[in-house]
């Protein structure tokens, strides 16, 4: 957050900085013309500024911020979406609740300017005791963006050293117990409620109500292609695509745009999975048909009658954002309290969609066709689990991390250990039985009997593969255009004509894959950067 959004003027006080701070945020809120006022504590988008329960991590209902505080807080949510705007602000703004909370226990007041590293400590070990590990550590992340706001801008009235986070960013267990795996918590815990919506969603249409087909559509093409839900509900009305593969096989994919930074994409489905994607998207055209031709509409301006239009709140010259949107629908279309809108617009969200598959749903779509658990309670699921689920079956299917991260729309190769839950019970196990397997002409070494006994190794033909290999005095190793060339090797005798051959091919190979625009092939082309890594 380094930047000058305030300058600091030497010649006041801490308390006139803070203020200062404070006002001239106030007048980049006034030039930004957000749909809410400075003086409101909710802002619809960012969040709420509520103070925090003594006793839990959840805000006060009850109770707002202090008022000098809430300002405070304010101007540093508009401080960071001017700098970076972010789609949320969740972690941001229970930093702040925090230091709000601690300041109350360590000081009797909310005043900034009386802030040390004892309230910050306090805050962050609050974090950790209220919040999980990852989601704590990323509020001490922005507990030291406020620290060092705070330092530079020059609030405190007494010398202060900026407060810095002493964690580091947990990294993920590779592998978790069955048992946890399975658990109400684990990641693969609503494999009996993925069956139920699967059979729910191969029922007749005339047995199904609108909000089951939207439900039980959305979540099947979310078992299709590991996606996210609002990338699904985004998709446009002509997502479907059909092209051949080198093979000369056509193949059928949805075309969207994945989000964190990965872009436009096309998420190709599994041929045994396409007959149900289609049936899905084919659902979901036909619920949003009427929503699209008012959108159509609207866009041509063609309303007969604008006034009419106009008393129904459609303002003149409305243009829908999204008029041919799969998703989209009338206000209420799935209320049972309310009259459906059919002059108002809207695309699905994730929230209403997570709501009817949610444990806290009395009346979710379990519930309505009676699937229930050993206790009789309605099931329910998480719409990441799909995700999570089939990066799992990807790794069981021999799926290279490159390919997983492609698929799943994963910009950052490295976060697939988050989604790979192959259980320690099973890697054991598939390590156990791989000799069952191996044919007499395999190389295996004899752990048991001790004995150092090797057979021929089925020679690879190198002429037939991609690039990403080191080859060695003593064999090869097979690595993968997303990573790097290894750290560790060893290299080869350079007398060794075949080997030397084969090196120049791979890297002939790379080369011709980077000009063809293969991710990651230009670093296994550079014959003077393989060389120079094993030397460091």
């Known amino acids: ?249 056509m193949r059928y994919g949805l075309r969207l745009f994945s989000l964190k930074g990965y872009g436009a994409n096309i998420k190709w489905i599994p041929t045994i999975m396409v007959p149900i994607a289609k ?29 009419s239009a106009i008393k129904y709140g459609l303002a003149k010259g409305f243009t829908p954002v999204q008029f041919n949107a799969l998703c989209l629908q009338h206000k209420y279309c799935f209320s049972s309290k309310r009259k459906t809108d059919y002059f108002s617009l809207r695309v699905a969200n994730a929230v209403e969609f997570n709501n009817d598959i949610s444990r806290y749903n009395k009346n979710n779509i379990f519930a309505r066709h009676k699937y229930s658990d050993s206790e009789n309670k309605s099931l329910f699921v998480n719409s990441h689990q799909a995700r999570h689920l089939l990066n799992t079956i990807a790794y069981l299917g021999g799926m290279t991390d490159f390919e997983i991260a492609r698929w799943s729309g994963r910009k950052n190769v490295s976060q697939n250990n988050s989604y790979n839950h192959v259980s320690q019970e099973h890697a054991m196990d598939f390590m156990e039985n791989i000799p069952e397997g191996l044919s007499e002409n395999n190389t295996l070494l004899d752990l048991k009997n001790n004995k150092e006994e090797r057979v021929k190794e089925p020679e690879l033909d190198f002429y037939q593969c991609h690039g990403a290999f080191m080859i060695m005095d003593n064999g090869y190793c097979e690595h993968d255009y997303a ?30 894959d980077s000009g063809s625009g293969v991710y990651g092939a230009d670093k296994w082309a550079n014959e003077e950067l393989i060389f120079k890594t094993c030397k460091i």
């Not at 619920?287 to 309303?303: I, P, T």
């Not at 060339?485 to 002939?508: Q, R, S, T």
């Open 1 to 249: 957050m380094k930047n000058n959004f305030y300058v600091v003027d030497k010649n006041r006080n801490p308390l006139e900085r803070l203020d200062n701070y404070i006002t001239d945020a106030k007048n980049i809120f006034e030039r930004f013309k957000f749909p809410f006022h400075w003086e409101e504590n909710k802002w619809n988008g960012f969040c709420t500024f509520k103070s925090l329960k003594d006793e839990d991590s959840k805000p006060n209902k009850l109770k707002y911020m202090n008022e000098k505080f809430c300002d405070f807080s304010k101007a540093i949510i508009i401080h960071k979406h001017i700098l970076n705007p972010s789609k949320s602000y969740t972690a941001l703004i229970a930093a702040l609740r925090l230091l709000e909370f601690s300041l109350n226990k360590k000081c009797n007041c909310a005043d900034v300017c009386l802030i040390n590293e004892n309230v910050f400590d306090y805050a962050y070990q609050r974090a950790k005791k209220l919040y999980k590990r990852n989601t704590a550590f990323q509020i001490s992340v922005n507990l030291e963006k406020i620290s060092e706001i705070i330092f530079q801008k020059g609030f405190l009235n007494k010398h202060y050293f900026c407060w810095k986070n002493k964690t580091r960013q947990p990294s993920p267990e590779l592998y978790e117990s069955f048992e946890c795996l399975i658990s109400p918590e684990g990641k693969l815990s609503g494999l009996k409620s993925i069956e139920a919506l699967a059979a729910i969603f191969a029922k007749d249409d005339c047995l199904l109500s609108e909000q089951d087909l939207f439900t039980s559509s959305v979540f099947a093409l979310l078992m299709c292609a590991p996606s996210r839900i609002t990338e699904i509900l985004s998709l446009p009305f002509d997502c479907e695509l059909c092209s051949e593969d080198h093979n000369g096989v």
């Open 279 to 307: 049936k899905a998207i084919s659902r979901l055209k036909k619920l949003s048909e009427n929503a699209r031709k008012l959108a159509k509409e609207l866009e041509c301006n063609n309303f007969e009658n604008k006034s």
């Open 483 to 512: 990573m790097a060339p290894c750290g560790k090797y060893p290299g080869f005798d350079k007398n060794n004509k075949v080997l030397k051959e084969k090196f120049e091919y791979l890297i002939k190979t790379s080369d011709k």
